[in-house]
Antibody
Framework: EVQLVESGGGLVQPGRSLKLSCLAS????????MNWIRQAPGKGLEWVAS????????YYADTVKGRFTISRDNAKNTLYLQMTSLRSEDTALYYC???????????WGQGVMVTVSS | EIVLTQSPTTTAASPGEKVTITCLAS?????MYWYQQKSGASPKLLIY???SLASGVPDRFSGSGSGTSYSLTINTMEAEDAATYYC?????????FGSGTKLEIK
């Protein structure tokens, strides 16, 4: 069974940093591209970043480019999102999602909440 | 960036009723994906490659469309289908989602 478990969220002040993790299990992590997608409270879904299976290709949404860094450790089956210079508008539930051959986001984690507030 | 416009924003259907949700793209896309998000839960892949059902999805769900116009249809509404539905494209970067359609049961 595919499982994606995010962690590392919390309350952080504007301008500070936070690092999210997503532990994958139930599939061969190193064979799949991965993504971060976020959902602000009561709002829709916003793609944040993507990374290919070998980290060769990385893409970011313009809203986070230069502030967020996506990375992965295939030996640890873990996806990361390093977030710096956080703003109030980054407040959201952050999901990691797997990319497969047939769908960009075929499995999703349960999400981890990030709240940026003073 | 391709903008996806969903309609209706909110709708309600009685059990057994047919429901259709539309997704219009600001530019032509080659495929559309649909996700279902129930209250308090993570999104779940429903339809991939415009019309293929994801694993475990009941066959009362179907997807169709091409170019700039796509739709998700629930043939016979059931109470468990109450959720918010999102369309999504990745024919061009960045991948984008529609703003969602909230479907309620009457």
């Amino acid at each position: 069974e595919v499982q994606l478990v995010e962690s590392g969220g919390g309350l952080v002040q504007p301008g500070r940093s936070l690092k999210l993790s997503c532990l994958a299990s139930g599939f061969t992590f190193s064979n799949y591209g991965m993504n971060w997608i976020r959902q602000a409270p009561g709002k829709g879904l916003e793609w944040v970043a993507s990374i290919s299976s070998s980290s060769s290709y990385i893409y970011y949404a313009d809203t986070v480019k230069g502030r967020f860094t996506i990375s992965r450790d295939n030996a640890k089956n873990t996806l990361y999102l390093q977030m710096t210079s956080l703003r109030s508008e980054d407040t959201a539930l952050y999901y990691c999602a797997r990319r497969s051959r047939w769908a960009p986001f075929d499995y999703w984690g349960q999400g981890v909440m990030v709240t940026v507030s003073s | 960036e391709i903008v996806l416009t969903q309609s209706p924003t909110t709708t309600a259907a009685s059990p057994g009723e047919k429901v259709t949700i539309t997704c219009l793209a600001s530019s032509s896309v080659s495929n559309m994906y649909w996700y279902q998000q129930k209250s308090g839960a993570s999104p779940k892949l429903l339809i991939y490659s415009t019309s293929s059902l994801a694993s475990g999805v009941p066959d009362r769900f179907s997807g169709s469309g091409s170019g700039t116009s796509y739709s998700l249809t629930i043939n016979t509404m059931e109470a468990e289908d109450a959720a918010t539905y999102y369309c999504q494209q990745w024919s061009s970067n960045p991948p984008t989602f529609g703003s969602g359609t909230k479907l309620e049961i009457k």
